[in-house]
């Protein structure tokens, strides 16, 4: 794959708090139990594996406790995405993304496996279909996200999606990607090609709010963790 921007530094896996030390252990037992043996991208007889890692998600969004007002914070400018913790075998990172309203994703497929869950507020969920042969996405349906929603997700072109906020106040997602730390910003987002008179009326509402495709940058730790 080809890294689009340059990665970030990344601290090691030391959550800063009890859920998301709890959900790195939960994560590690995953792969202790049958999981790929790297963070390379799942297969379909990875069922099981996604659903441990489902389950971690939801119990840890479950916590009021699990994130605090740091890992909250937004950016005007786009959505703003808070490392918060890796693994020190660069098997996953989890990171919290806060959405402010009217903010988007790109349309994207993913380099590798992911897996997110909604903490804060609901975000709108738009997914594409892969035509090979043109070599673009065409929008197939939307459906809302609410607090408590979970998603896993594999790598490759049969699951392409968008994140939007289309609500009137701050969402904010948990999501767990299978790399490394460092490889946040660059090895897990595929950005594909939309057809042309396949965008959604979504877009257009969001070009009338102004900009609201991030900048493809991670925050540094909203916690400083201490090297191991
Ligand atoms: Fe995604």
Same mark, same amino acid.
């Given at each position: 794959?080809?890294?689009t921007i340059?990665?970030?530094?990344?601290?090691p896996c030391?959550?800063p708090t009890?859920?998301?030390?709890?959900?790195?252990?939960?994560?590690n037992?995953?792969?202790?139990?049958g999981?790929?043996a790297?963070?390379?991208?799942?297969?379909a007889?990875?069922?099981?594996?996604?659903?441990?890692?489902?389950?971690?998600?939801?119990?840890?969004?479950?916590?009021?406790?699990l994130?605090?007002?740091p890992?909250?914070?937004?950016?005007?400018?786009?959505y703003?995405?808070?490392?918060?913790?890796a693994?020190?075998q660069?098997?996953?990172a989890?990171?919290a993304?806060v959405w402010?309203? =009217?903010? !988007?994703?790109?349309v994207? +497929?993913? %380099?590798?496996?992911c897996?997110?869950? #909604?903490? *804060? /507020?609901?975000?709108?969920?738009s997914?594409y279909?892969?035509?090979?042969?043109r070599?673009?996405?065409?929008?197939?349906?939307?459906?809302?996200?609410?607090?408590?929603?979970?998603?896993?997700?594999?790598?490759g072109?049969?699951?392409?999606?968008?994140l939007?906020?289309?609500s009137?106040?701050r969402?904010?997602?948990?999501?767990?990607? =299978?790399? !490394?730390?460092?490889?946040? +910003?660059? %090895?897990?987002?595929?950005?594909?090609? #939309?057809? *042309? /008179?396949?965008?959604?009326?979504?877009?257009?509402?969001?070009h009338?709010?102004?900009?609201?495709?991030?900048?493809?940058t991670?925050?540094?730790?909203?916690?400083?963790?201490?090297?191991?």
């Amino acid at each position: 794959m080809k890294p689009t921007i340059e990665p970030t530094p990344v601290q090691p896996c030391l959550p800063p708090t009890a859920a998301i030390r709890h959900l790195c252990d939960q994560l590690n037992a995953a792969f202790e139990t049958g999981a790929p043996a790297s963070a390379s991208p799942l297969h379909a007889n990875d069922a099981a594996f996604a659903q441990r890692v489902r389950s971690a998600l939801a119990a840890a969004v479950a916590d009021p406790e699990l994130l605090d007002d740091p890992a909250r914070e937004g950016n005007a400018h786009g959505y703003r995405r808070h490392l918060l913790a890796a693994d020190a075998q660069g098997r996953y990172a989890i990171a919290a993304l806060v959405w402010m309203p =009217g903010q !988007a994703s790109p349309v994207h +497929a993913h %380099h590798t496996w992911c897996s997110y869950a #909604v903490v *804060e /507020g609901e975000l709108t969920e738009s997914l594409y279909g892969w035509n090979e042969a043109r070599g673009d996405a065409t929008a197939l349906r939307t459906q809302p996200r609410a607090a408590g929603a979970v998603s896993f997700t594999r790598a490759g072109h049969a699951a392409i999606h968008r994140l939007v906020n289309e609500s009137g106040r701050r969402a904010v997602s948990l999501h767990v990607y =299978g790399v !490394a730390g460092a490889q946040i +910003a660059t %090895h897990v987002n595929d950005l594909v090609r #939309v057809a *042309e /008179g396949g965008i959604e009326a979504v877009s257009s509402a969001l070009h009338r709010n102004g900009p609201a495709i991030a900048p493809d940058t991670v925050e540094t730790p909203a916690h400083e963790a201490a090297p191991s």
